[in-house]
């Protein structure tokens, strides 16, 4: 596997862009655009370099923070509310509760919006520049949405999703919305890694083939019973099996009850107990198998999308409700090696 000149870029980058992130900080999106370039076929990995700037390398990882970057540029004012989700009557940790409802701005809305408009450039490729950048931005910002979406303080309401939630962090003030953007992923790179991002990444990938192998096979698999919202782009993403963004976000928010918001206190010291749970064996390292997840469907919908020939269990159905995994070939390949 490449160590990409990104990763290191990111880490170094880091320390500037702690406090200016929202949603996965840079590290973390260039973590998940690294996990899912390791799971695309050569044909989606192909076409998505030619998508995206030359000065990326056909990289996602490279890709994966550009949202952020332009976020205070009027021309793409609207896509700010898209980092993220706010469920009406949603309460950590006593309730929680993902009732989406179609209509509004947000995450949900942004992953069908840039997937039906990848599909449509994919059906009838861009002529114009002005086409050609609309499709650029498009994959940069799904690559993007497709990490928020998997934060799960992105899909929570109570206190601007634990942005106005202090906690102390050894004996600094934070607050909860970047402890899970940034600060246990920094620290877990730090303590157990030895500041090296790529050993993180490599052991994310590890962790993939041994502990969370079987559940990993499942990661891109949408349930097909459970029906997604109607959206307006049916017509496009309904062909898209592996896009399922409330599913997702339903279980993201559940865990603010089990774990992010559980014995919420201003005063505890969240670099203490609460990090080695949730970054450690009893939660099956949380932290990084959601970016893991993130970068596994990441790249399914993208192979759904670019290369959707390369996969001969694309038909077959299992029994009961649920398809099989879609991509499990080209998973089982990647995990393989
Ligand atoms: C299909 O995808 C796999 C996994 O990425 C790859 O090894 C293989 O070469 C691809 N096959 C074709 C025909 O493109
Ligand atoms: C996505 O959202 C933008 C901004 O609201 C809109 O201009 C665009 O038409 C939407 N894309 C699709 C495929 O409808
Ligand atoms: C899907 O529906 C939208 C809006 O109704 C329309 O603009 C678009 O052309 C349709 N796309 C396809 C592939 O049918
Ligand atoms: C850590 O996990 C243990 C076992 O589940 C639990 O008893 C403890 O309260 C957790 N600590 C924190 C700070 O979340």
């Given at each position: 596997m490449r160590l990409t000149a990104s990763l290191v870029a990111a880490a170094s980058?880091?320390?500037?862009?702690?406090?200016?992130?929202?949603?996965?900080?840079?590290l973390g999106h260039t973590l998940t655009g690294q996990i899912a370039q390791?799971?695309?076929?050569?044909?989606?990995?192909?076409?998505?370099?030619?998508?995206?700037?030359?000065?990326?390398?056909?990289l996602l990882s490279n890709a994966a923070p550009w949202p952020d970057k332009i976020k205070f540029l009027a021309q793409y004012k609207w896509?700010?509310?898209?980092?993220?989700?706010?469920?009406?009557?949603?309460?950590?940790?006593?309730?929680?509760?993902?009732?989406?409802?179609?209509?509004?701005?947000?995450?949900?809305?942004?992953?069908?919006n840039m997937t039906a408009t990848l599909k449509q450039f994919k059906v009838t490729p861009p002529t114009t520049d002005a086409d050609k950048s609309t499709l650029q931005d498009a994959l940069r910002f799904f690559v993007h949405f497709m990490g928020d979406i998997h934060q799960p303080l992105h899909d929570s309401t109570r206190d601007?999703?634990?942005?106005?939630?202090?906690?102390?962090?050894?004996?600094?003030k934070n607050n909860l919305h970047s402890l899970w953007d940034t600060l246990l992923i920094t620290k877990d790179i730090k303590?157990?890694?030895?500041?090296?991002?790529?050993?993180?990444?490599?052991d994310i990938l590890k962790l993939a083939k041994t502990l969370w192998q079987a559940e990993?096979?499942?990661?891109?698999?949408?349930d097909q019973g459970q029906t997604e919202i109607k959206n307006p782009w049916l017509n496009v993403t309904s062909e898209i099996k592996t896009l399922c963004p409330i599913q997702w976000a339903t279980v993201a928010n559940a865990l603010d009850c089990t774990y992010v918001w559980k014995d919420y206190s201003p005063t505890k010291d969240y670099s203490a107990e609460y990090f080695e749970n949730v970054t450690g064996p009893q939660t099956e390292f949380l932290v990084q198998k959601l970016l893991a997840i993130s970068g596994i469907r990441m790249a399914a919908v993208l192979n759904e999308i670019y290369d959707p020939s390369n996969n001969t269990?694309?038909?077959?159905?299992?029994?009961?409700?649920?398809?099989?995994p879609r991509y499990l070939r080209a998973l089982e390949q990647a995990l393989a090696r």
């Amino acid at each position: 596997m490449r160590l990409t000149a990104s990763l290191v870029a990111a880490a170094s980058l880091f320390a500037l862009s702690a406090n200016s992130v929202h949603g996965y900080g840079l590290l973390g999106h260039t973590l998940t655009g690294q996990i899912a370039q390791q799971f695309l076929t050569p044909t989606t990995a192909k076409e998505v370099a030619t998508i995206l700037p030359a000065s990326y390398d056909g990289l996602l990882s490279n890709a994966a923070p550009w949202p952020d970057k332009i976020k205070f540029l009027a021309q793409y004012k609207w896509a700010t509310p898209m980092h993220f989700v706010n469920p009406p009557n949603d309460d950590p940790p006593e309730k929680c509760l993902f009732e989406y409802a179609y209509g509004g701005q947000d995450s949900v809305n942004g992953l069908y919006n840039m997937t039906a408009t990848l599909k449509q450039f994919k059906v009838t490729p861009p002529t114009t520049d002005a086409d050609k950048s609309t499709l650029q931005d498009a994959l940069r910002f799904f690559v993007h949405f497709m990490g928020d979406i998997h934060q799960p303080l992105h899909d929570s309401t109570r206190d601007r999703g634990g942005n106005d939630a202090p906690i102390m962090w050894g004996r600094a003030k934070n607050n909860l919305h970047s402890l899970w953007d940034t600060l246990l992923i920094t620290k877990d790179i730090k303590d157990r890694f030895k500041d090296d991002p790529q050993a993180y990444l490599d052991d994310i990938l590890k962790l993939a083939k041994t502990l969370w192998q079987a559940e990993a096979k499942t990661w891109a698999v949408c349930d097909q019973g459970q029906t997604e919202i109607k959206n307006p782009w049916l017509n496009v993403t309904s062909e898209i099996k592996t896009l399922c963004p409330i599913q997702w976000a339903t279980v993201a928010n559940a865990l603010d009850c089990t774990y992010v918001w559980k014995d919420y206190s201003p005063t505890k010291d969240y670099s203490a107990e609460y990090f080695e749970n949730v970054t450690g064996p009893q939660t099956e390292f949380l932290v990084q198998k959601l970016l893991a997840i993130s970068g596994i469907r990441m790249a399914a919908v993208l192979n759904e999308i670019y290369d959707p020939s390369n996969n001969t269990l694309l038909t077959r159905r299992r029994e009961g409700a649920r398809l099989p995994p879609r991509y499990l070939r080209a998973l089982e390949q990647a995990l393989a090696r």
